[in-house]
């Protein structure tokens, strides 16, 4: 029995954005995507900012009475807890957004993930809380993780909708560019406060200065994408079915062969996503004394290539084909996966050519990785299965990434990592054969 759609009615939230919307009260697919720029930026601001903490801070912070590599697993293992609560998150935040509209499950989403980031800031070490310290930040992170499972409001959805018909390819990428500029930024400020404070001031101090930054700009996305949602064009759809919250349970019951390939798509592109951000900084920090500033340059650099990775996939894709990207590019990170992990132990070269080879790689399967199934779903449950897809490939593909790869990579060396990673591009070609619908150019993403 579906529970009475409550997202139809117009909640304080709303009514107010949407006084703030565009001329006319319409907006065009160029003003709606720079709301989910904007929105999708925030998110993964807040993802690498604990992301690249864990690496750099929480080892010695909270893991003192290990080794340096067991405190890394240790800290990776509490960054998988947020992947592990997302689809928990997606669960609750739809039932209050099925209830009380979609405004208020993203205002209480968006702010749990800046109240959880910004909390961190204030997480003592291990020598002044000792194993509560250690609770705390878990708990933190699971608050992350349920803030972003509720963080999804369906502006991909209602671009790709938007979207002329000849340019899906185009648009499904815009969201995605959000994962590169939230590096950028993320990395940026680290580097800075590694380059001009000592490393006793960093340690103590300095590191929380981006964790408080993160709850202003999550502030400054909510408004931007509730000034969206409350458009009289979003809530068309939303009455038209075509972006209504469906039950969670129901969504999976029915659509669970849909779900398990979306989730299973795009693993290549989720699998590399971690072994060219998250895992080589761990890598260089632990085994080769290079300094993490200048690693965290490299990333930037990187990322920027990633942003014009992610451009070229968008006009390619609306020529060729969004599956054939993804499938070309999952070929290609197979072949990547044979030979580039190895670079990480060859010097200062290696190292770039590894991360800005990864990072080109990424951008063309990343780019289309969004939706690539969302078509398949119908109309009454896209919004809610394609919420479910996304956290979902994110924990399979990503979540234990970190993790995984650093455990083989210190037990077996590097190519282990290239065979972790050729898993991941296997069961996206797999995923792609066993669903040829996803050829179909008018797939709505």
């Known amino acids: 029995m579906t529970a009475p759609i409550a997202g139809s009615n117009s909640t304080s939230l709303e009514r107010d954005a949407r006084h703030l919307s565009a001329r006319d009260h319409r907006i065009a697919p160029g003003e709606i995507a720079i709301g989910v720029v904007v929105g999708r930026t925030s998110e993964f601001f807040d993802f690498f900012v604990y992301a690249i903490a864990s690496v750099l801070v929480f080892p010695s912070l909270l893991f003192p009475f290990v080794d340096a590599v067991t405190g890394t697993l240790y800290s990776f293992g ?101 994962a590169p500029l939230g590096l950028i930024v993320a990395a940026g400020l680290f580097a800075f406060f590694l380059t001009t404070l000592s490393d006793a001031d960093f340690l103590s101090w300095g590191w929380r200065y981006p964790f408080f930054v993160a709850f202003a700009i999550n502030v400054v996305a909510l408004f931007a994408r509730l000034r969206l949602v409350a458009t009289p064009e979003f809530q068309h759809l939303f009455e038209s079915r075509e972006l209504q919250p469906a039950p969670f349970w129901e969504t999976v019951r029915l659509d669970w062969r849909t779900i398990a390939l979306g989730s299973f798509a795009p693993l290549a592109s989720f699998a590399l996503f971690h072994l060219v951000t998250v895992f080589p900084l761990s890598w260089v920090i632990l085994n080769t004394g290079e300094s993490a500033e200048r690693f965290l340059l490299i990333e930037i650099v990187g990322a920027m290539v990633c942003v014009l990775a992610m451009l070229a996939s968008g006009v390619v894709a609306d020529r060729v084909g969004r599956r054939a990207v993804l499938g070309i590019s999952a070929g290609l990170i197979a072949a ?83 065979a972790y990673l050729l898993s991941g591009a296997i069961c996206t070609l797999a995923a792609l054969l066993i669903n040829r619908d996803w050829a179909r150019p008018t797939s709505a993403g």
């Open 78 to 178: 509490l960054f998988s807890l947020a992947f592990l609560a997302r689809p928990l998150g997606s669960a609750l935040f739809m039932w209050i957004d099925r209830h009380h509209g979609r405004g208020v499950k993203l205002t209480i989403a968006l702010f749990l993930l800046g109240g959880s980031t910004m909390s961190m800031a204030f997480v003592p070490g291990y020598d002044q809380m000792g194993t509560a310290a250690i609770w705390m930040l878990a708990v933190l992170r699971i608050g992350q993780g349920m803030a972003l499972g509720g963080a999804w409001d369906g502006l991909p959805s209602l671009l790709s909708l938007n979207a002329p018909a000849n340019q899906r390819g185009w648009y499904a990428m815009i969201p995605q560019l959000g």
């Open 336 to 418: 990547y996966s044979g030979f580039a992990p190895q670079l990480l132990g060859a010097g200062g070269l290696g190292e770039a050519v590894y991360m800005l080879a990864g990072f080109v790689l990424l951008g063309i399967a990343f780019g289309q990785s969004s939706g690539a199934v969302n078509g398949s779903f119908s109309s009454e449950r896209r919004y809610t299965g394609a919420a479910t897809v996304a956290n979902l490939a994110w924990l399979i593909g990503a979540g234990f990434a970190p993790l995984v790869a650093l455990a083989l990579a210190t037990r077996f060396g590097l190519w282990s990592v290239g």
